[in-house]
């Protein structure tokens, strides 16, 4: 059972250019949390989502950046018009519902590293 | 010794010894706490959980402390190991209705020496 895919691992892009991370949850799980981790620091809540919606959006920058988890397919955290400051390793993380960690836990993945040049 | 500066704070330990590593949360309604751990290139990885109706769990080599008094968790690593150099980061749920509210501490480096 392939755990919480990320990919790419790596993503450079330039200046102005959009990037694109997919997250693959677990199999069975339909609820997403992005998370953004800037060098030497926590990871900060960016959105919530479970299929088809967007259930928390409250660390979402309000400009630039989107996320959606369709009915079929991973979901997408896109960055439109990256700047150097967007440049940080993006976490996703599954659970199979919206309860309690302790009868829902989260599974994270390894991460999309962005470089932003 | 532990050292804080502009980066992560690093605690270095010879391999043997036990480790500590401290943790202060900021919400006395956060009900459930994990310990992380963060290897390089890597996402993060379940080390041990507790509940905060209770003051301290074991696992394997590892013990987590929770003080809510004071709103202060530690995690205790026991005869510490070259793998056991990562980062570490305490995580705070917050109950609500719907989801999952976790908020993580800012990490704490931890390197075993030879």
């Known amino acids: 059972n392939a755990g919480v895919m990320q990919n790419p691992r790596h993503l450079v892009r330039r200046r102005g250019q959009e990037a694109r991370l997919r997250c693959s949850p677990m199999?069975?799980?339909?609820?997403v949390y992005w998370y953004r981790q800037l060098p030497e620091e926590g990871l900060k809540f960016m959105v919530y989502?479970?299929?088809?919606?967007?259930?928390?959006e409250s660390g979402m920058p309000k400009e630039r950046f989107s996320a959606e988890f369709p009915k079929e397919g991973p979901s997408i955290l896109r960055i439109q018009q990256v700047v150097r400051g967007d440049s940080a390793a993006y976490f996703c993380?599954?659970?199979?519902?919206?309860?309690?960690?302790?009868?829902?836990?989260?599974?994270f993945g390894n991460g999309t590293r962005l470089t932003v040049t | 010794g532990e050292s804080v500066g502009l980066h992560l704070p690093t605690l270095s330990v010879q391999e043997g010894d036990n480790s500590i590593i401290n943790c202060a949360y900021s919400?006395?309604?956060?009900?459930?706490f994990i310990w992380y751990k963060q290897e390089s290139g890597k996402g993060p990885q379940f080390i041990i959980d507790?509940?905060?109706?209770?003051d301290k769990r074991q696992g394997q080599r590892v013990t987590v402390l929770l003080n809510k008094t004071v709103k202060h968790l530690s995690l205790q690593i026991a005869a510490t190991q070259p793998g056991d150099s990562a980062v570490y980061f305490c995580?705070?749920?917050?109950?609500?209705?719907?989801?999952?509210?976790?908020?993580f501490g800012p990490g704490t480096r931890l390197s075993v020496l030879p």
């Open positions: 993380a599954s659970s199979h519902s919206p309860g309690h960690p302790l009868n829902s836990p989260l599974h």
């Open positions: 989502l479970q299929k088809e919606n967007i259930i928390d």
């Open positions: 507790i509940r905060s109706n209770m």
């Open positions: 199999k069975g799980h339909s609820h």
């Open positions: 995580a705070e749920n917050r109950p609500r209705n719907y989801g999952q509210n976790f908020v």
């Open positions: 919400n006395s309604a956060s009900d459930y």
